[in-house]
Structures are given as structure tokens and as C-alpha cells.
DNA sequence: GTGAAAGCGCTAACAC
DNA sequence: GTGTTAGCGCTTTCAC
């Protein structure tokens, strides 16, 4: 049915076949290494007229036939945050190298969009569906069919019923930089800086901060909500300073926010760590080279992105829940003493 | 050829064409609006009995029919970049309104991976292929099959042969800059850091401050080259620094570079802009957040996708090289005095 | 306005 | 060890 115009066809199976001289059969048997043996010379014969014509299998074809696209759906909400950065670039690299395709979209954090958006890649036929969703699970499976692709849940804080999901021990991470802030540097009122319903509702982060406040006897300074985001974090920083509600340290919920708290406290001339320290939770690279340095619980991403393609190649029969542990990095926003720069400072 | 177990089969057009006592042919006219006109009667029964089924198209069989799969593959070197990491963004909507879906790879500079990310994606059907390729564009094209997608390179210097290019009018950014910091801020003696082999060879930015410090009679300063990265910058301006090389003024070919420059600088007692004024090249909106706040020559990311995606949807016959201005965004870094404040500093 | 049927390129069961 | 062939689910030409 002559769609293409004769001067170029496209070259199939069928015509590595006639090159070799077998029979199409045989050219799959040797492109898939079975089902069924091939005599060696044979298998030669074809690999040669498969270079020789340049021949380059039909994706669709093979997934028409065999159901699977080698391909998996990631939405996130939205890659300008570093801890979301991060983990794509991790799920692409395990993901290549398990030879499979990634679908990426972002959901800029509107459930509508996300919905639509997985609805589509579910319709191009991922094999699964990554998703960190924009808010907490609802009753309402995050996938509605049930023929639908399987579905790993991203940066979630518990077991979701029917799905595999992976994220941080976030209220553990919440702790562990509260009880920093009390601990080593003494701090009395510490206030929070958060997303609007993270993991969950409430957060962990959110529930850790509190628990770890009262276990310490500290007040639980002022809680800051805004976008999950370096504007979302300056605005709560500003909203703080505005009110005179600036407490003696800060733990903001995501590395994102942290880079707006830092700059609104720079702007408002807050020596931090000295007047109030801010330790985060992410722990990304890009807290490297803020200034100061960020303090942050670490998400282990590079494993969490393992897990899921390690999910998504050998589906577990029984979804559960897989929650990673956090670890402080520590750098300069916290107040700890830090090995001396070693940098010369040079007078232009 | 029972691959399905019986249970639950996936609803096919035939089961939807069954259903509304029609043939297959008129879903297929119902769905796509044609190619032959169908009785609203009967449009309107097929359409009740798909969403009755809760039918959903197989994309595959589709695919192997038209050999479209509206589907673009994008490939950028590092999208913790945050110049590509908005670019990738811009291209996701763009896409998504298009309705075609992206299937995104990250060469991490790597010319090898790189052609590899391509050949899969070329593989896996898509029907166009963005590239923010590794390096300056060589003789041997960056897409070898002529039967290939058609392929548009971003951010590109210039024209490269047969195919569509997208890129900043880079040089004119890099005057500007330069002229900038010598005509406004009085700057004789202007740097420049910058990562290897950028858009062309040598990098229209570099070959901008060449010209326009030459031009304004201003003594081009040491040249640092490093990554494309927050740590390329920031090592790059540790060697100024320590070999003291360090000159009145800075020009940072990207954003990502100058996050790292800027922290360098901090670290070793710098006054940015007093001693040494930085103005970068992307204008991405992680330049509001940094401290201080980066002037930037800013690239119009958002039309650039635009574009991209219009050429992928109307497929010029003719490739050419689109250019796009740059503006400088003035911020902090350059020294130019900003609107105060409004912050109300606060002592805890 | 509707239907029958021929592919699109590949896989794999089955025959030899 | 190799070949034949029936699909996978869709589009579209061509007959009616």
C-alpha cells in the first residue's frame, strides 16, 4: 500500500532475509538469540546483510507484537528543583542502563495536569509509570485502570495500597536536623519552613520537626508554608522576617526553599549561620555552592532511583513500601566548624 | 495466539466496533474524524461504546501503521544545568501542547553517549530529535541515516548543513556583558570563565569578549576554562584566585558557571560587585537567587522551544539557523544600583 | 454511509 | 536448523 514513495523504503526484515537468503524467521532467531537456535554461519550471514543494508528494527512492530516498549514514564513536578533534577538524571542513567526509554513530564504540581499526563503516557504504552505525585495519596488509586502499567510511587512517605512506592525516612530526617540545631548548636526555637502537603498530610517532615521540638524541650518557632520552590522558600523567609517572627534556626523542608531562605535572610543582612543557622532536607549538590553551604538531611537518590527501575524490570508480585534512610550532610548553613577554606583571599 | 490470559483482555477497536454493531473501519472514522464521513447516529453509538469499554487506542499499532509516533526525543548534556533545566522545561510544554511526548536522554557532554542516545531514539521511532549537542558541530553530521528524524540542534552557534539550528545570538550577549561592565561599571581589565568547546570553536562568547574588550581599548583579563558546571566555575575561579590572577571584573559564560564563580569569590573574601563585579551568560532565574543576585545575558529559552517545536511540527524544507537575541538582565553582581530592599533586617 | 480486507514489520508456534 | 504463517491493533482503499 505504496504510503512511502518508492525511492527509499525503509529496510525490513523481510529484506535482510532475501540478503541472506533465509527466511524471516530465522532473521528474528537471530536478533533475539531464540527462540530457536541458528547454525553459526547462518547467524553470520545474517548479521552481515543486517550492516550491510543499514537495517534498523521497527520499535512499533516489535511492540505491537510483543506488548512491551522497553520505554518507562516519569512525571515530576518540576525539574527546576534540584532534588527533582537530580533524581531524573539518576532515573535516566538507571534506566539506560537496563535499556529502557524514558517518557519524562512535568506536572508543575497540579493534580489535573498530572492525571492527564499519565493517562497519556499510559496511552503511548509505557511498561511503568514513575510517579512523584503532586500531593498526598488519595483513596483514589494515583492510576485509575487497573490493566494500566505498573506504577512506582517517588518521594512518598508510606505504603500506598496496590502500588510500590519508595521515598526518604523523612520524619527521621526531619529529626535528625532539629536535634542538631538543638544539640550542637544549642538552639531554642526553632522555626520551619515548608511545601504545601508534601509526602503526606501532614508531612513528615512536618511531624518530625514538632516531634523532635517537644522531645527537647525547644519551642517550635514560627511554620513558614510556601511553594516548593527558591521563590516558595524566599517568600516564607520574607513573611517570617516581616512578622518579627524569625525564630533562632530554621529547618526548611527541601533544598529548593532553602536557596530563597538563604537569600531573604542575606538580603534582610541575618548573619547565618551565627544568627540563625538553617539546615534543610534534600540534601542535593546544588547546596554545595550556596552561600552559605547548605546543611542538609540527604536523600540517597542514586539508590532510590535503582530501586525503582530494579522494581520496574522485576515487578515484586506484592507492592510495599521502601523508605530510605537520611543522612546529614554537613556543611556551612548549620553553624558546625568546617575544615578552614583553603582558599587565598586575593585583594583585586 | 492466547499471549493475554483470558481475564482480562485489552478492549480493542474490534470489541468497540462489536459493541456499537458496526464495523472496525467506521470506529477508525469516528476516532480520527475521517477519512470518510459517518452518520451522526452512528458516531454517536460508537463514541458511547467506547467509553463504555473504556477503550483506549493502541499507540503501537497505530505507530506501524502511519510510522508517526508524535513523539520527539530531546537530548541535553546536563539538566542540572539550570540553562537546560528551564530549556528542557520550555520544551516539555511546548511539546505537551502539541501533543506530542518527549523522550528525554542526558549525554553528560559525552560524544560518544551522545550518538548512542541519538541512534536510540532514532530507533525508537521518534519523529524528531532535539540535541544540545556535545561540542561544536563536526563535518561528519550529528545524525548519520538520511532516513533519520529530522533533527534540530539547540543551542547552536551557527548554520550547520541540513539541518534546522536554534541558538543565542551569543556574541552580541557577550559584547554586551563586556561592554557593560567597561562602559558602566569602568571595568579595564575583564575575565572570562567558560567551559570547553561551547556552541562553536572557538565560542562566540569567548570570541565576544575578545572583541569588544579589544574594541573598547579594556585589557582582556585572565581566560579560565572548566566545566560547564556549578563545580567547573567554581574551580575555575579558584585558579584565578590562586594564581592571582584574578581581574577587576568577571564575564561567566553560563549561569551554572557563575554559581560556582560566585561562591568561589565569597569563599575567599571577594566583594562582589565592589572588587570584582561578575555578569554570566543564560539569564535562567536561578541567577534571582544566588547572592549575589546574578546580571545575566539572558536567552529567550521560552521562544526558542517554541520555535524548535514549530519546526518539528512544519517541517521547514530548507533547514536554516534561527538567532535570538539576548538582554541583559541586571541584577546585583554587576554592581548597578537596584531598587533597596525592602526587607526589614531583624536582629534575633 | 458502511463494510471487507490488505497491509504496516515483527514474533513465535508449528511443521518439516 | 530452517521455513511458513498466523496474528498483534490499527488505517484506508475500494466496493457496495
Not at 494515583?142 to 520524619?171: E, F, K, S, Y
Not at 520551619?192 to 517550635?220: C, H, K, N, Y
Not at 558546625?336 to 587565598?344: I, Y
Request: proline fraction near 8%; charged fraction near 20%.
Amino acid at each position: 500500500m505504496g504510503r512511502d514513495e518508492a525511492r527509499s523504503r525503509r529496510v525490513t526484515r523481510a529484506d535482510v532475509a532475501r540478503a541472506a537468503g533465509v527466511s524471516t524467521a530465522v532473521v528474528s532467531y537471530v536478533m533475539n538469540g531464540g527462540p530457536r537456535p541458528v547454525a553459526p554461519e547462518t547467524a553470520a550471514r545474517v548479521r552481515a546483510a543486517m550492516d550491510d543494508l543499514g537495517y534498523r528494527p521497527n520499535h512499533a512492530a516489535r511492540t505491537l507484537n510483543l506488548g512491551t516498549t522497553r520505554t518507562i514514564g516519569l512525571v515530576l513536578q518540576d525539574t527546576l528543583n534540584p532534588y527533582f533534577a537530580e533524581f531524573a538524571g539518576e532515573i535516566d542513567r538507571a534506566a539506560r542502563e537496563r535499556g529502557f526509554g524514558v517518557l519524562t513530564a512535568e506536572s508543575h504540581g497540579d493534580r489535573d495536569a498530572e492525571r492527564r499526563l499519565l493517562s497519556d503516557l499510559s496511552d503511548r504504552q509505557v511498561d511503568a509509570l514513575l510517579l512523584a505525585s503532586s500531593g498526598p495519596p488519595t483513596t483514589e488509586p494515583a492510576v485509575a485502570n487497573p490493566r494500566d502499567p505498573t506504577t512506582v510511587l517517588l518521594d512518598c512517605a508510606g505504603p500506598v495500597a496496590g502500588h510500590h512506592t519508595i521515598g526518604p525516612d523523612a520524619a527521621s530526617g526531619a529529626r535528625a536536623a532539629v536535634a542538631h540545631l538543638a544539640q550542637v548548636h544549642g538552639r531554642r526555637r526553632i522555626g520551619m519552613v515548608i511545601g504545601p502537603d508534601g509526602l503526606a498530610s501532614p508531612d513528615p517532615r512536618l511531624a518530625g520537626w514538632r516531634s523532635e521540638t517537644e522531645a527537647r524541650g525547644v519551642t517550635p518557632g514560627a511554620l513558614a508554608v510556601d511553594d516548593w520552590s527558591n521563590a516558595g522558600g524566599y517568600r516564607a523567609a520574607r513573611r517570617l522576617l516581616d512578622t518579627g517572627a524569625l525564630p533562632d534556626a530554621l529547618f526548611v523542608g527541601s533544598d529548593a526553599q532553602a536557596i530563597g531562605v538563604l537569600r531573604a535572610l542575606l538580603e534582610a543582612g541575618i548573619d547565618i549561620p551565627r544568627a540563625c543557622p538553617v539546615v534543610s532536607f534534600d540534601g542535593t549538590g546544588a547546596g554545595d555552592f550556596t552561600w552559605p553551604a547548605l546543611t542538609s538531611a540527604r536523600q540517597p537518590v542514586r539508590e532510590m532511583a535503582d530501586l525503582a527501575l530494579a522494581l520496574v524490570a522485576h515487578p515484586d508480585p506484592d507492592p510495599r513500601h521502601h523508605a530510605f534512610p537520611v543522612d546529614l550532610v554537613i556543611r556551612e548553613s548549620c553553624g558546625c566548624p568546617l575544615a578552614p577554606p583553603v582558599a587565598t583571599p586575593i585583594d583585586s
